[in-house]
């Protein structure tokens, strides 16, 4: 039997023992302050369109094969159709991870650092990999340290170039010492040599080490000037 509203097409329907069916042409409006389901499993077999904030208490578990797509169909989140888990983050443009005030660590739950990799018991490596049959620095792997006389991201100005003696860029190698404290054990500093023109940056390569004595201040070894 059906409770029918205006026609027959908005009802509320035993279907059976176990179910209960409510139908309608166009939609089901629920404006209650809260709708509860404790069903075990809620199967929505159509879209589902969310206008405001939704508070999830559980976990949401979704297929491997299943995408998590914004706007476009080419900016998505799924897990690995190959290997399940490996998760896949694909987007039409841009990736943006922003951190207003924390870190992000691969492998570690407080880096010390913007972004942190690390692992336990073998090489915690960062690979930069160039696939091209063109020879030139263009299609190469780059490490490159940026240096700005701005405050402002992306944003360059005539009158704040990096002048002379700015550190431009340092690979760093730490150690821990017998104190069971990190300490910097050596450093090649990239810097001007002499402060920036209309055209050019003026550049000096800086090797430097610790010795025994020097408590974290290593001692400048070799200087690569601009001359």
């Given at each position: ?17 176990a ?20 069903a ?9 369109d ?37 998760l ?48 030139t620095?263009?299609?190469?792997g ?45 450093y ?20 430097a080490t ?6 974290g ?11």
């Amino acid at each position: 039997n059906k409770l029918c509203f205006n026609d027959a097409s908005q009802f509320v329907q035993g279907s059976s023992n176990a179910v209960l069916s409510i139908g309608a042409t166009d939609e089901i409006d629920l404006t209650a302050t809260e709708v509860e389901l404790n069903a075990t499993t809620v199967d929505i077999n159509g879209n589902v369109d969310i206008s405001g904030t939704t508070a999830l208490n559980g976990d949401i578990t979704l297929p491997h094969n299943i995408k998590i797509i914004f706007d476009s169909a080419d900016t998505y989140i799924y897990a690995n159709t190959h290997n399940p888990e490996d998760l896949i983050i694909a987007a039409d443009e841009d990736i943006l991870l922003e951190v207003s005030d924390g870190q992000v660590g691969i492998n570690n739950d407080n880096p010390g650092s913007l972004l942190e990799i690390s692992k336990v018991s073998g090489a915690a490596t960062l690979e930069l990999s160039s696939w091209s049959a063109t020879a030139t620095a263009a299609h190469a792997g780059k490490l490159i340290f940026q240096k700005s006389g701005t405050a402002t991201v992306n944003t360059f100005t005539s009158t704040d170039h990096t002048t002379a003696g700015e550190i431009l860029g340092r690979v760093e190698a730490w150690g821990v010492n017998d104190s069971d404290a990190a300490t910097l054990s050596s450093y090649i500093e990239f810097a001007n040599d002499a402060v920036s023109d209309a055209d050019s940056s003026p550049g000096k390569i800086v090797f430097a080490t610790s010795d025994a004595d020097d408590a974290g201040t290593p001692t400048v070894r070799m200087t690569i000037d601009d001359a």
